[in-house]
């Protein structure tokens, strides 16, 4: 059978197996006349939308299925813009098979993977971008993943495309107007603003891809990286934050030899955390294999939390940390593992001094072993997660799509201002232009 928007479609709307309720979903031009059919209760075909009844639903034999409740949803005013019905009924699955496939027999048909939010797309209830948004609302674990997707679905990456684009496209018909009197030698475009409007734009869009790293590593975890020398604990760390024994610890060298990998949620934010091997000069083929990429895994992490033996003789400690050479801009905790050993004031005394000669005020003395102070260190993550926030939009890009089409939405603009600068022909400009404005289209599917 083909299928076409004009279809009625059903599907399960809670999770399948054994529950209290079960959410069946139905949506289409037909969708009510089709239960009203088999739901002795309430006329629903008389019935306002935005209502709910209750009634039993009955099979071809009018055997009883189930007593449930139907919420009735008249177009335009549903989640498609088209007549939807949900069905609470108990949660069995064989009363739900059986409500289904009473449906499926009756012209109505499943619905594709995420069909009904495509039906809300192709009949303007949303846009490309909040459509997209839906998922990863669903998909939400966290409240930063929660709030980024809940502010796409309102519209908030939406409407600042909007804004850009209408600016552009005033300047963009105004060229074109251009090029009908291109005999006359008229320009109804004053260049200069164009100029301004151009920069201007390129700088929300450099900000909201600015805002990008921060928001795909909401979405898929903050990536976070456990580092340092052999046995300095590293596994201990990465087991006393998780609360579990994730990793294997030993005293013998090398034991860690490749990237492990988990997830935490501090207080609604994900963090990815990668214990990685050891870093020393080995002649172990394999171990050396890990170390490499243990290097590749810091670059890519947006914090490090480097590991280091606590010892009276912190020279050794600022060395090894200084060897790696990392940016300064990059977010490091250093923790001074197996601070059980030393007495309060020795603490503090070591801890300053690293702090001093390394430049980074996030050192602290800690005891995974013991899990002393690993809360302190939990507080520094979310600190240092919470400073990626402050950007000059509050539009968070989590979409990998997105970001695409803002950076070729930039370099078409970045086409224009060459343009403008060599006095190129104003029908190239207006080509340009109509790129930009395609690529910022893409987003939210105009």
């Known amino acids: 059978m083909t299928t076409t928007i004009n279809d009625t479609i059903i599907a399960l709307s809670t999770p399948k197996g054994q529950g209290a309720i079960g959410v069946i979903r139905l949506s289409g031009q037909n969708a009510i006349s089709i239960v009203d059919k088999y739901f002795k209760g309430e006329n629903l075909l008389k019935s306002t939308g935005n209502t709910v009844h209750y009634g039993k639903l009955v099979d071809e034999d009018n055997n009883i299925i189930d007593e449930c409740l139907a919420t009735v949803f ?66 939400s674990t966290t409240a930063s993943q929660h709030q980024i997707a809940m502010h796409q679905l309102r519209g908030g990456v939406s409407k600042m495309i909007q804004e850009l684009r209408a600016k552009l496209i005033k300047f963009a018909s105004l060229i074109e107007l251009e090029n009908d009197f291109g005999e006359e030698d008229v320009e109804f475009a004053d260049r200069t603003e164009l100029k301004t409007l151009v ?6 869009i450099a900000d909201l891809r600015q805002s990008f790293s921060f928001g795909n590593a909401v979405k898929e975890g903050i990536p976070t990286a456990i580092v340092g020398s052999p046995n300095v604990g590293k596994s201990t760390m990465l087991n006393a934050l ?66 280091a033996e606590l010892e009276e003789d912190y020279a050794n400690i600022v060395h090894e940390f200084s060897s790696l050479n990392l940016d300064k801009k990059k977010q490091v905790i250093i923790c001074l ?9 020795d603490k503090i005394d070591i801890e ?77 400009i207006a080509t340009d232009i109509r790129h930009a404005l395609h690529h910022l289209g893409t987003i939210s599917g105009e």
């Open 242 to 307: 998780l609360n579990e024994n994730k990793a294997i610890v030993s005293d013998i060298a090398g034991t860690t030899r490749d990237v492990i990998e988990d997830t935490l949620n501090i207080d609604g934010i994900l963090f990815r955390f990668m214990d990685t091997a050891g870093l020393r000069q080995t002649e172990d083929t394999v171990e050396n294999i890990g170390i490499n990429r243990t290097y590749e895994t810091i670059e890519k992490s947006q914090i490090i939390i480097y590991v």
């Open 352 to 428: 300053e001094a690293v702090s001093t000669s390394t430049g980074r005020t996030k050192t602290i003395s800690i005891s995974a072993k013991n899990q002393t102070d690993i809360e302190k260190v939990k507080s520094l993550l979310l600190e240092m997660a919470r400073s990626n926030t402050n950007h000059q939009s509050d539009v968070v890009l989590s979409n990998a799509r997105h970001f695409e089409a803002l950076n070729n939405t930039y370099e078409s603009l970045e086409l224009v201002l060459n343009g403008l600068d060599t006095g190129i022909p104003s029908d190239l």
């Open 199 to 204: 920069n201007d734009t390129q700088k929300v």
């Open 337 to 345: 593992n197996k601070s059980d050993l030393f007495a309060v004031c």
């Open 74 to 139: 008249c177009a335009p005013r549903s989640y498609t813009k088209e007549n939807v019905i949900e069905l609470s009924c108990h949660g069995s699955p064989y009363i739900i098979n059986k409500v289904i496939e009473l449906f499926l027999k009756n012209g109505v048909r499943y619905a594709e993977p995420g069909e009904f939010t495509m039906r809300a797309f192709l009949h303007g209830q949303l846009d490309l971008s909040q459509a997209e948004a839906v998922s990863d609302l669903i998909a």
